[in-house]
Nanobody
Framework: QVQLVESGGGLVQAGGSLRLSCAASGSIYSNDIMAWFRQAPGKQRELVAWIAPSSTTYSTDSVKGRFTISRDNAKNTVYLQMDSLKPEDTAVYYC?????????WGQGTQVTVSA
């Protein structure tokens, strides 16, 4: 079964940057819309951004202009460049297809932004 492994999270001060990576154990990306989601404590998991096979992207208003999603199909990897981080970006970040109905969730990567 395909596994998704997220990495790159950590603790950063407000205004800082992080780059998240999502690697898949198989060749799954070429025809899939891939996305990043996040779940803050006590809240539901929410969509952050997605990227289509054509490289068309979408991001939610809360991260628009600060986060950039990209993909490298040859490496089976999806990235999320996060700049100008805010404390409200603190969450566990996950990747999956969009909609997330095809593969099991990975463990995610924790992002903590201090004020």
């Amino acid at each position: 079964q395909v596994q998704l492994v997220e990495s790159g999270g950590g603790l950063v001060q407000a205004g800082g940057s992080l780059r998240l990576s999502c690697a898949a154990s198989g060749s799954i990306y070429s025809n899939d819309i891939m996305a990043w989601f996040r779940q803050a404590p006590g809240k539901q998991r929410e969509l952050v951004a997605w990227i289509a096979p054509s490289s068309t992207t979408y991001s939610t208003d809360s991260v628009k202009g600060r986060f950039t999603i990209s993909r490298d199909n040859a490496k089976n990897t999806v990235y999320l460049q996060m700049d100008s981080l805010k404390p409200e970006d603190t969450a566990v970040y996950y990747c999956n297809t969009f909609p997330p109905t095809k593969f099991p969730w990975g463990q995610g990567t924790q992002v903590t932004v201090s004020a």
